[in-house]
């Protein structure tokens, strides 16, 4: 068994990712989706924890081995980042949603220095707007940014237009094909069922309707 199949059967046995049989669960973006994936919920489980450490871990070592900083997208990405930083050896900072209203009101809360190269971490990916704005952050403070890993993404082409518009690059551990395929597997389900969750991943803005 790969490391990437064990996340996701953590992550299916441990109720993280939920599937929805009736109904939908609504993302932040407004997509109506039949799967909700609380990855916030990974930090209460040791074995999931680190092996998704391991995991990014990999992946900064495969793709971005110029990072010198790992920074943690308020909220969800920053305890990720701190597992990260920890085990690679590296500063860390954490990026807000927004600068904070008091004191130096900074939105980078940590130390980047002037030749370092910044890569962010954020726990899922769908259409890219949250992680893209705590880019464009540290860009905005005059930082390079290497890229983007997130422990989920789901391959949505919204996000993949977004990221080749801001001109960066981002790896999941965890794709949507690659968690369908393992939970149908694992749980079992109809064929029509198998056929609705992936019309809904072709087209997500209008699956409700």
């Given amino acids: 068994m790969t490391l990437q199949t064990e996340i996701i059967k953590q992550l299916i046995d441990e109720q993280i990712v939920k599937f929805k049989e009736e109904g939908h669960f609504t993302f932040a973006s ?28 990999e992946l900064v070592k495969a793709y ?22 920890d085990e690679l050896n590296m500063p860390m900072v ?33 259409t890219g707007g949250s992680v893209l704005k705590a880019a464009e952050a540290v860009k905005r403070a005059g930082y ?6 997130s422990i989920f993404s789901y391959g949505f082409p919204d996000a993949k237009q977004n990221f080749e518009d801001a001109g960066l690059t981002f790896q999941p551990v965890i794709t949507y094909s690659d968690l369908l395929a393992r939970y149908q597997e694992r749980v079992g389900m109809p064929a029509d ?14 699956w409700a309707k």
């Fill in 94 to 126: 954490y990026v807000r949603s927004k600068p904070k209203d008091h004191g130096t009101k900074s939105q980078i809360e940590g130390v980047i220095r002037e030749k370092d190269h910044v890569l962010l971490i954020d726990d899922l990916i769908s």
């Fill in 193 to 206: 069922k198998v056929a609705s969750y992936q019309s809904w991943h072709e087209d997500p803005w209008h």
């Fill in 30 to 57: 407004g997509i109506h989706s039949p799967i909700y994936t609380d990855l916030r919920q990974t930090i209460s489980y040791p074995k999931t924890r680190k092996d998704i450490t391991k995991a990014l871990v």
């Fill in 64 to 85: 971005y081995p110029e990072t010198t900083v790992i920074a943690g997208v308020a909220t969800a990405g920053i305890p990720q980042a701190a597992l990260v930083a």
């Fill in 144 to 149: 390079q940014v290497n890229g983007v890993l």
